[in-house]
């Protein structure tokens, strides 16, 4: 599967890609820490699952996904982000957003959600 990581934190971009990249079957396509590059990369890649953060600049990772849909770029999602409210996670969840997560990230946890989330996309 085809990986996009979206998050203006370095070490979040280093965990998730050593993670996805130790699957045979996972590469991740593209890296950045701006909003605006993971759009315009997105309508230029095949993407099965966006990892997206909350902090990106100039426009948050929920406001990335509602663009993204717009064009019908709709890889799956998983959101992470240091501020994540109940009243932003609610929102994350009604843009159809897969998975949420807090930060700061625990690697056991990201682990278990790559592999859930790959096996889901696997069978679709």
């Known amino acids: 599967m ?14 998730f ?11 991740v396509v593209g ?10 990369d997105l309508l230029e890649l095949r ?6 953060s ?13 663009r993204l849909k717009d064009v019908n770029s709709r ?4 959101l992470t982000g240091t501020k994540l409210t109940p009243a932003r996670k609610e929102a994350a969840y009604k843009e159809k957003i897969d998975i ?3 930060e700061p990230l625990q690697a056991i946890e990201v682990k278990h959600i790559l592999q859930l989330i790959g096996g889901y996309v696997g069978h679709l």
Not at 55 to 66: H, S
């Open 54 to 66: 909350t902090d990106l600049t100039p426009y948050d990772g929920i406001e990335l996904v509602r």
């Open 100 to 102: 949420v997560l807090n």
């Open 31 to 40: 890296q950045t820490a701006s909003a605006s590059q993971a759009y315009l």
């Open 75 to 78: 890889p799956r999602f998983i």
């Open 17 to 27: 890609a050593e993670l996805i990249e130790r699957s045979f079957d996972n590469y």
């Open 2 to 15: 085809n990986f996009y990581i979206a998050d203006p934190n370095p070490t979040n971009r280093e965990l």
């Open 47 to 52: 993407v099965d699952i966006m990892i997206v």
